[in-house]
């Protein structure tokens, strides 16, 4: 088992930055890929960004150039580095983590982006 827990969501103007966190407990030496997804109200979850083991990078289209994910392997942590924020960057935001096939879920951190 792998608990996740988010931090960093916050109230922001457009433009401005935020840097979200998740730190990984449990079962952590199975974990290999980390990443996270958002949900806004009304919207499906949808992807925004994963790093795995060995810190190759995927981004959604939406914030490539804008978001930047990072992993601290010694602490178990994945971060979200989020610049030139939009309105339509306001949603839930979720950590996750998979391990030998499985995805785990952090509770969520909420980021709303005012304009």
Known sequence: QVRL??????LVQA???LRLSCVASGSVFSINAMGWYRQAPGKQR???ATITSDKMTIYAD????RFTI???NANNTV????NSLKPDDTAVYYCYARSWGSNY???GTQVTVSS
């Open 15 to 17: 433009g401005g930055s």
């Open 70 to 72: 990072s992993r601290d």
């Open 105 to 107: 879920w952090g509770q």
């Open 5 to 10: 827990v988010e931090s960093g969501g916050a």
């Open 62 to 65: 939406s914030v490539k150039g």
């Open 79 to 82: 971060y979200l580095q989020m």
């Open 46 to 48: 949808e992807f925004v």
